[in-house]
């Protein structure tokens, strides 16, 4: 089966800098893989994912980058706020199975002031 | 629409017992999934559903039990429950067809259900 691997584990950056967290998959039949932010006690919410016919993907200050023939992908956060510091998931799954996801364990991004 | 929902949003339970987590949804979804987060950790699917009387077992299926009587709902039964169980349960949506706004692939989650067992 899939299996994520997520780095690093907490990131703390200052406000105003760049934050950038990366996966690597193992499975070459994935072909989404979508990034969660989860606030504490709150549920994961889908920030931006990206198809594997697609290199690069942005939206505002978040940017997602995929790497196919090195299977791994990163998300790229410019001009952080404290209103980013949340942990966030990383996911991959192959379409056409219901989309199963497996999740990477994690980042807590620290945005200090 | 409400989107998913789950209840309780809390349970302790003992050692043996029994209890089912409700999940539902009302955005006609055909794919309905439950997760297990447990602290520090990523989610790990445990069984899905493609569509109502359709299920499968994901990573973590051992311990539980699910059903899929209708679209809407999708709820998860834990029979025994163990002190490993303890956990925050998430379910989720997606749909079958994507549109221009939502593409198929998706997935929305409930707000969770924190389950102790002791």
């Known amino acids: 089966g899939e299996n994520v691997e997520q780095h690093p584990s907490t990131l703390s950056v200052q ?52 790497n196919k023939t090195a299977k791994h992908f990163s998300l790229h956060i410019t001009e ?33 002031l | 629409n409400a989107g998913v929902t789950q209840t309780p949003k809390f349970r302790i339970l003992k050692i043996g017992q029994s209890m089912t987590l409700q999940c539902t949804q009302d955005m006609n979804h055909n794919y309905m999934y439950w997760y297990r987060q447990d602290p520090g950790m990523g989610l790990k699917l ?18 539980y039990n699910v059903s899929r009587s209708t679209t809407e709902d999708f709820p998860l039964r834990l029979e025994l429950a163990a002190p490993s169980q303890t956990s925050v349960y998430f379910c989720a949506s997606s749909p079958l067809v994507g549109t221009w706004v939502v593409p198929p692939d998706t997935q929305y989650f409930g707000p969770g259900t924190r389950l102790t067992v002791l």
Do not use: H, M
């Open chain 2, 46 to 63: 445990i069984y899905y559903s493609v569509g109502a009387g359709i299920t499968d077992k994901g990573e973590v299926p051992n311990g």
């Open chain 1, 80 to 112: 952080t706020q404290p209103e980013d510091s949340a942990v966030y998931f990383c996911a991959a799954s192959s379409t056409g199975t219901a989309s199963k996801l497996t999740f990477g364990t994690g980042t807590r991004l620290q945005v200090t």
């Open chain 1, 15 to 66: 406000e105003g800098d760049s934050a950038v967290i990366k996966c690597t998959y193992s499975d070459s039949a994935s072909n989404y893989f979508p990034w969660y932010k989860q606030e504490l006690g709150k549920r994961p919410q889908l920030i931006i994912d990206i198809r594997s016919n697609v290199g690069e993907k942005k939206d505002q200050r978040i940017a997602v980058t995929l």
